[in-house]
């Protein structure tokens, strides 16, 4: 039994010093990444957050990449107060799949780091301030508002390797029309 616990206090350990150092997706492709993301998963464990944990619901996301490599990620979110949306501007690095941007909720400049996309269903990515506890969160993205459930585990899994608490690692409730539908409407005579 002592072993045990001393093998999970050093993987642990290990994976809290090197999880700085996760890296973007081999051959990461910006176009191919483009376009509508549901976030369906968020593993974050600041304790400013967990009042919130039952209130989130699944958010929105249209990336649009720029001519410069640059990207615009505008994301709808559900609140009380409706459906809003919030433009995040993201600046390349010299590794395709890694990003900057300021965070003017933290007041820092985090880093964005697509770990792992098939890029038609799910993208796991990671947004970490040095990997201070308190700005790191991980994400799960899908082109649905659903994803088999493998890839939910794959989320889990990577989200306990960075230390996660399990009660941090959430799969947020579907949300309809936000942002609201465009559709129109057909009148018939």
């Keep these: 039994m002592r072993i045990k616990l001393v093998t999970v206090a050093m993987t642990m350990v290990f994976w809290m010093g090197v999880h700085g150092d996760v890296q973007p ?9 483009a376009g509508k993301w549901y976030r369906v998963g968020l593993a974050y464990d600041s304790p400013a957050f967990v ?38 501007k993201y600046e390349k690095t010299a590794i395709p799949g890694a990003f900057t941007y300021f965070s003017t909720r933290h007041n820092k400049v985090k880093d964005i780091t697509v770990v792992e996309t098939n890029y038609n269903q799910y993208a796991l990515v990671l947004k970490h301030k040095n990997m201070d506890r308190e700005y790191t969160q991980v994400a799960l993205y899908g082109r649905f508002q659903k994803l088999k459930p493998d890839v939910i585990q794959k989320f889990r899994d990577f989200a306990t390797s960075l230390g996660f608490p399990k009660d941090a690692i959430l799969t947020p409730t579907l949300t309809e029309n936000c942002p609201p539908s465009r559709r129109k409407t057909r009148r018939t005579s």
């Design 25 to 33: 997706q081999k051959e990461f492709d910006l176009q191919r990444f």
């Design 51 to 88: 009042p919130y944990r039952d209130k989130l619901r699944v958010s929105v996301g249209m990336l649009a990449p720029q001519t410069n490599g640059n990207v615009n990620l505008t994301m709808w979110s559900q609140s009380p107060s409706g459906c809003s949306s919030k433009l995040y």
